[in-house]
């Protein structure tokens, strides 16, 4: 393996219907279920941050006039949801896992502690870290960045639903060709829709590679985790 340490970031579309990304498909949720119960088996420590889009978007909420704390915290608890309903499809699939919120919300979840993430990890449990930063006005994206430095993980995964980043978008222009690896002062320099500033610097000051990929083609983490020449690899 080429990791064996990983931070696995989904959006919340990633768990919602094909057509519009919203609400919870059962059908997504087994997909990413099965990959990621999977690559746990073969010894790979896995540790997810998951977003909360397919439910509500603070940022976009707080536009109809509420304020954009309150819309974030909003958002915050839909990515609570969203790691509940992903924790019980993985132990459907035969692996313990353990949810971590950055709210304490502790009917439901822990609250996220470094050293306890990282002894559930040792024991081969998946860890669900929801809730983002647990403050308004940051992505989950710079969450999933934060928990990658405090795990010690040693890739992030960028999960989407295209596979890596290309020169325009590859839906509108059939001229666009996928980028095989950037740097993450390209991707800031080039302001690139990968992920938010904030994520892509905290990357970039540990030296941590961030892999942009495919996730609804089966098969496709563990790939990347085996280093394989998949997506767009971002790094130093």
């Known amino acids: 393996m080429a990791y064996q340490r990983v931070l696995l970031k989904l959006s919340g579309e990633a768990l919602g219907a094909s057509d519009n990304g919203h609400g919870l498909d059962p059908d997504a949720i087994q997909l990413i279920a099965r990959q990621v119960a999977h690559v746990s088996s073969i010894g790979v420590e896995v540790a997810i941050v998951v977003g909360g889009g397919n439910i ?6 707080s536009r109809l006039g509420g304020h954009r704390a309150n819309a974030d915290y909003m958002g915050m ?25 950055a709210l304490e919300i502790r009917q439901v979840a822990e609250p996220f502690a470094r050293r306890r993430a990282i002894a559930h990890l040792e024991k081969g449990r998946i860890v669900i870290l929801a809730a983002g930063t647990g403050n308004p006005f940051f992505t989950t994206d710079t969450a999933a ?13 960028k999960a989407t639903k295209v596979d890596g980043v290309y020169t325009a978008d590859p839906k509108r222009d059939k001229n666009a060709v996928r980028i095989p690896t950037l740097s993450h002062q390209q991707v800031l320099e080039q302001q690139l829709k990968v992920m938010d500033a904030a ?15 495919n996730l609804f083609e089966e098969g496709n ?16």
């Open 56 to 61: 509500l978007r603070g940022a976009e909420f």
């Open 221 to 236: 983490i563990e790939r990347v985790i085996r280093g394989e020449n998949l997506g767009t690899i971002i790094r130093s």
């Open 199 to 213: 994520a892509i610097s905290l990357c970039m000051e540990s030296s941590l590679p961030v892999v942009v990929f």
């Open 77 to 101: 608890l839909a990515t609570v949801i969203n790691a509940l309903a992903l924790s019980d499809a993985i132990e459907q699939c035969g692996v313990d896992t353990r949810v971590q919120t």
């Open 145 to 157: 960045a934060l928990r990658a430095r405090e795990l010690g993980c040693e890739v992030l995964l």
